[in-house]
């Protein structure tokens, strides 16, 4: 019914929650892959984040953003790209190259190792590789959760190229064989600057942009479609456990397949579906939830440097015998630190937004007083 829509729906923040609880799962899996914790048959309990922030959440934050897709020229679209995501991809990547050689040498007080292995790093950003890769022989270490920006950058470029080119009747056939190729290619060699998982995610945009262009998200779903959806979402559960491993677009890594991809597209709309339903929700934790959501930019920017630059192994070496007391206390530092520099960066933004406002104002009353 047209009274019981939720009222975030089209609006600026009817992502916010589902990138905040986005953010809190990615921070929690990467702790957490530092201590798995074995059950009975060598299950981890730590494995349930992993599969939560791989499967399900980063298909839906990549649909998200599609939803938010607007066809322009490819030039514009590039334009666009490269100011919203490279500026921060490019301080992040300063950021902690710089703070990983001040950390290496804290922790080994071995200066030429520290700047070998921090050249490492700056040239896995350098090339902006998802994973660690030996390219000539040179070993280069991953960009961290960064490779989520460069991907979404270069899907969008892709996306936009195929809308501009393609008759609309065969958009569809145009996204599925640039994801075949992206998926291929990941079997075959490591690209750079994340292109490989760029094009394995146009898919995932697509379906946001489609979900806006026909309202999927302003009504209840089909039957059929919910059945159809919810069938993917289990036959990916299913894929996990036979396999004991996690789809991860990052890695190249898919349990089905190809298929995976289009499976884990189903379980990532129907967390923005069950998202979308929590929207009415206003308690304390829902607005802290859209709060984080609000600043993920700026939380996954800077647990990218936190946890590359901080050595978080020899941290939990210290933990083998307690690990679930290591994963807590890792998980308080790391929260607490992202969470004092986003409010430094608040803070410095308010300062800026009204500093401008200040230079304004004075300029307005400059010419009143001229006149006098």
């Given at each position: 019914m047209e009274g019981t829509r939720p009222s975030t729906v089209n609006s600026i923040g009817m992502f916010d929650m589902l990138k905040g609880m986005g953010m809190i799962a990615?921070?929690?899996?990467?702790?957490?892959?530092?201590?798995?914790?074995?059950i009975s048959g060598g299950l981890s309990l730590t494995a349930f984040f992993p599969f939560i922030y791989r499967e399900a959440l980063m298909a839906a934050f990549f649909i998200a953003s599609g939803y938010g897709f607007?066809?322009?020229?490819?030039?514009?679209c590039i334009q666009q790209q490269l100011r919203a995501l490279l500026k921060p991809y490019c301080i992040t990547a300063v950021c902690t190259s710089l703070l990983h050689l001040l950390c290496h040498y804290m922790a080994f007080h071995y200066f030429p190792s520290?700047?070998?292995?921090?050249?490492?790093?700056a040239g896995g950003f350098?090339?902006?590789?998802?994973?660690?890769?030996?390219?000539?022989?040179?070993?280069?270490?991953?960009?961290?959760?960064?490779?989520?920006?460069?991907?979404?950058?270069?899907?969008?470029?892709?996306?936009?190229?195929?809308?501009?080119?393609?008759?609309?009747?065969y958009t569809h056939w145009a996204v599925l064989g640039l994801m075949l190729l992206g998926w291929g290619t990941t079997l075959v060699w490591e690209l750079p600057f994340s292109l490989s998982q760029g094009a394995v995610i146009v898919p995932y945009l697509y379906i946001g942009y489609l979900a806006k262009k026909n309202r999927w998200l302003d009504k209840p779903l089909p039957r059929r479609t919910l059945y159809i959806l919810l069938g993917g979402t289990?036959?990916?559960?299913?894929?996990?456990l036979l396999a004991q491993s996690t789809d991860c677009i990052s890695m190249g890594e898919w349990t089905l397949g190809p298929l995976s991809i289009l499976l884990d597209a189903a379980t990532g709309f129907l967390?923005?579906?069950?998202?979308?339903?929590?929207?009415?929700?206003?308690?304390?934790?829902?607005?802290?939830?859209?709060?984080?959501?609000?600043n993920s930019l700026n939380i996954f920017c800077i647990h990218t440097v936190e946890l590359i630059a901080i050595p978080w192994y020899l941290f939990a070496a210290h933990f083998t015998d307690h690990p679930l007391r290591g994963m807590l206390l890792q998980n308080v530092i790391a929260f607490t630190s992202i969470g004092l520099v986003c409010a430094l960066l608040n803070l410095r933004r308010s300062w800026i937004v009204k500093a401008s406002a200040a230079r304004?104002?004075?300029?307005?009353?400059?010419?009143?007083?001229?006149q006098h």
């Open positions: 990615i921070v929690l899996a990467h702790t957490a892959e530092l201590y798995p914790m074995q607007r066809k322009r020229s490819i030039g514009k520290s700047v070998t292995e921090t050249l490492k790093v350098l090339l902006g590789l998802p994973h660690t890769t030996t390219y000539a022989g040179q070993q280069f270490f991953s960009t961290g959760p960064m490779w989520y920006l460069l991907s979404l950058l270069i899907g969008w470029v892709l996306l936009d190229a195929i809308l501009n080119i393609f008759p609309e009747k289990a036959l990916t559960a299913v894929g996990a967390f923005i579906r069950l998202f979308m339903r929590l929207n009415r929700f206003t308690g304390p934790i829902a607005q802290g939830l859209q709060a984080i959501g609000r304004r104002q004075a300029q307005r009353r400059t010419p009143a007083l001229s």
